[in-house]
Each structure stands twice: as structure tokens, then as C-alpha cells.
């Protein structure tokens, strides 16, 4: 004979193994997968501190992205504890995972006991809309782009490299993105800084490129820093933030900014453009290698963009700058394999690309020490540097 509904329910839960509330509430934050199996409607009244959210009806397509160890525990819950037990014999039976649990009496028991409660980040359905293909990303999630919302990016740069980078993560949501550059668009920079246009030529470019961002998603806040990066304000500019996007077009910058985002340990997406080249790394302090260490000194003067005219091919700042902001966005969610200790070069005539492994130098000059001992005389120095930049003349 069919059992009815309840019937299997009750014959699912003798063959899984349910858990208290009172034992789950010492779990919190221990190393177990605590996943909300409920509707998003659902969740968005509250669910467990620190509780993963997987919908029933995504779950054995999405549940690796918080629980890709099969052997890990994973306690399971819903409303009522029917849900999540039906959901742990799937994992157990279709997916072998070894050792899940649904919680009994699920969120409700959980709440009428007065446990701690999370209430979720409220979307707008705005929000809903415009994030929805992030949404589906098992990688992004609402949680990752949560995530994406609450950090804070600073790029160096509204100019080639700076333009796609900041359209794309402002388009992708990230929150705070501060802008440092002291110039104006002219019509010279259009071939290639796509965040200006036409009718901004003359405008500071940390204007131009406000309103870009602002027409593009108005969930992004824009903050200008309309002067030029030295040692006086380097400390006080960066410190507030999560990751500094690299697009500057000279060394003295690029070494003060290793020296201040080493002893800071705030990681920098790094590129560099020249003609039909360009180059890409993650310098992540104390994880990776620094700037120095790939470059103790200046390349000879002839290779240094600032100290003469180069052209650059228009769509090279576009391909390099989406690189970085896709570095950017892996390092907020912790998602894939970021470029640290690696080095991307892209040959756009070849349309290839080489990348070279990058060590940490033990006799580094900045990463080699601890970063308290990092003084403020000592960012961005190094030898003769007026005299390098005069010899390119």
C-alpha cells in the first residue's frame, strides 16, 4: 500500500538522524556545515547565525559550494523539520554525503526556544532584478553578493585601466568605490578611457567618472580623491579599504603604493599596459610575493611609460582592466585562484598569453619584514629615481 505523505515523512525520519535544537546552538561557528534548506521568502525574517542558505530545490545542485568535504558534518534545517529531512536522505543516499542531520522542529522550535536569530540583508526588488544573474552563480549567491555590496575598492586611476575596471564593478555591485586622480578628460583620452565621454572633456576625471557610475547603478557610492598619490597622504587614503585597484602610469607611485599596502596588508590588483602588451598580477601582502620582489628596482628608463609619449592600442586598457576587476571580484567572495605569485603577460598581436610563477624574496627590501617595522621614510624610496626618469627625458 502508498503510505501517505506523513507516513513517508515519519519513515524518512527513522532513517536519518535528527538533532536538537540545544545541540546545534553549541555548533555555531564550530567547523559544520549549518545549511537553511528553506525559501527565500522564508529566510528573509531571520535564520540561524552564520547558517548557509541552499533553497530545497536547488540543493543537489548547489549544496558543494557550502559543503565540498562529503565527509564534513552537515545538520540541515527548515520551518518545521520535514523539509530538511527529506533534503539529508538525498545528500545521504543520491549525493554520499556521510554524515548529515536534519535539526528537529527546524527555524520554528528554534526561534519559540529564543535562540539567536540573523535577520538576512534585505533586496529590493530592484536589486532582485539587476543582481539575479549573480544570484544563480552557486560561487556568488545572495551571500556573495552581499559581500560584493558591503566592500570597499579603491582604484588608482580613472583613466584606461581605471575605466572598465570601475564600470564592471560598479555594474557587479560593488558598494564603495574611491577614485584617486587629479587630471581632466581631454579628447585624446577617449580612444581608450571609455568611462568619459564627448561632453565630460575638460571635467575632472573623478567627476566624469562619478556620473558614469552613478547613471550605471545607483547602489555604488563613489568616493573622489581629486589629488595625486605621495607619501604625505598615501597612508590616509587607502587604509579604509579592502583591495586597491593598480592603474597607475609611474613608478615612484607604484613602489610608494607596495610599501604602504604591505605594511597595511591590503592586497593590490596590479596592471600595466604598453602598446600591444600588458601585464597582470595579485600582490597580496605576507600570501604572496610584493611588487618589489618582481621589480627590487626600476626597469631601465626607456621602458618607463611616465617619462615619455607611448601609444597604447585602445582596446588593451579594456582587455587588462577586466582582468582586474574580475581579480577583484575573486578576491571579495574567496572564489577561484587569484593571481598571487603569478604573473599574466598578454600579447594582443598574438592573442596569447604567458604566465611566469613569482617567489616571495626573503631578501626583499618591505615584505620581508614585519610590517610594523615598516617606517614612513622608507615608503616608496629607492635609488636615484629623478635622475632614471631625467635620463628618459
Known sequence: MTPSGSEFIKQVKSEITEVDPSEVAQLLGEDVAIVDVRETDEVSAGKLPGAAHVARGFLESRIESVAPDRSQRVILYCASGNRSALAAKTLIDDLGYEHVESMTGGYTLWKDRGYDVEVPFQWTGDQRQRYSRHFLLPEVGEDGQQKLLESKVLLLGAGGLGSPTAFYLAAAGVGTLGIVDDDTVDVSNLQRQII????????????????????????????????????????????????I?????????????????????????????????????????????????????????????????????????????????????????????????????????????????????????????????????????????????????
Open 245 to 393: 585597484v593598480d592603474g597607475v602610469d609611474n613608478f615612484p607611485t607604484r613602489y610608494l603604493l607596495n610599501d604602504a599596502t604591505v605594511r597595511l596588508k591590503i592586497p593590490v590588483v596590479s596592471a600595466a599596459i604598453l602598446g600591444f602588451e600588458g601585464q597582470l598580477s595579485v600582490f597580496k601582502p605576507y600570501e604572496g610575493p610584493c611588487y618589489r620582489c618582481l621589480f627590487r628596482q626600476p626597469p631601465p628608463a626607456e621602458l618607463a611609460p611616465s617619462c615619455g609619449a607611448n601609444g597604447v592600442l585602445g582596446v588593451l586598457p579594456g582587455t587588462m582592466g577586466l582582468l582586474q576587476a574580475t581579480e577583484v571580484i575573486k578576491l571579495i567572495l574567496g572564489a577561484g585562484d587569484p593571481l598571487i605569485g603569478r604573473l599574466l603577460m598578454y600579447d594582443a598581436l598574438d592573442a596569447s598569453t604567458t604566465e611566469l610563477k613569482v617567489r616571495r624574496d626573503p631578501e626583499c627590501p618591505i615584505c620581508s619584514r614585519d610590517p610594523e617595522e615598516i617606517s614612513d621614510d622608507e615608503l616608496g624610496v629607492f635609488p636615484d629615481y629623478e635622475a632614471f626618469c631625467a635620463a628618459a627625458g
Open 196 to 243: 568619459h565621454r564627448t561632453d565630460t572633456v575638460g571635467v575632472a576625471k573623478v567627476d566624469s567618472a562619478e556620473q558614469a557610475i552613478n547613471a550605471l547603478n545607483p547602489d555604488v557610492k563613489v568616493v573622489k580623491y581629486e589629488t595625486r598619490l605621495d607619501a604625505s597622504n598615501i597612508v590616509d587614503i587607502i587604509k579604509d579599504y579592502d583591495i
